[in-house]
């Protein structure tokens, strides 16, 4: 078994499926660790090339002393699978006022929960699915 490598730290960071580029935030913050920036764009671009473009995608860099590195991707947040399931641009600018920005169905967030439920901190979907409730009426949606 070949010795554990040094990590010298982790990034996170929020990239649009498939246009990861050298620009900021990516650069900079591989940049930083002096790791090769071109070398990352590549592997994550052709990593979420199945995936609709665009899509943010939360991706945790591991950075090692050898300026190698490793990255896991997670799904796209839920506030992303709840405006696209809407069709809406933004949540509601006041929510828990009366007027609501869109409707949404329990099935719809069961969807959204089954999907998700990969990253989230449960293993139950009803758990996931109150959770997904709670961040759908924060953005000002109805639960039909």
Known sequence: MAPKQKIIGFIKLQVPAGQANP????????????LNIMEFCKAFNAKTQGMEPGAPVPVIITAYADRTFTFEMKKPPVSY???????????????????????????????????????????????????????AIAMGLEIV
């Open 23 to 34: 620009s900021p935030p990516v650069g900079p913050a591989l940049g930083q660790k002096g």
């Open 81 to 135: 699978y709840l405006k696209k399931k809407v069709g809406i641009k933004s949540g509601h600018g006041a929510p828990n006022t009366g007027s609501f920005a869109g409707k949404i169905t329990q099935d719809q967030i069961r969807e959204i929960a089954e999907e998700k439920l990969v990253d989230m901190n449960t293993t139950d979907v009803a758990s996931a699915m109150r959770s997904i409730e709670g961040s």
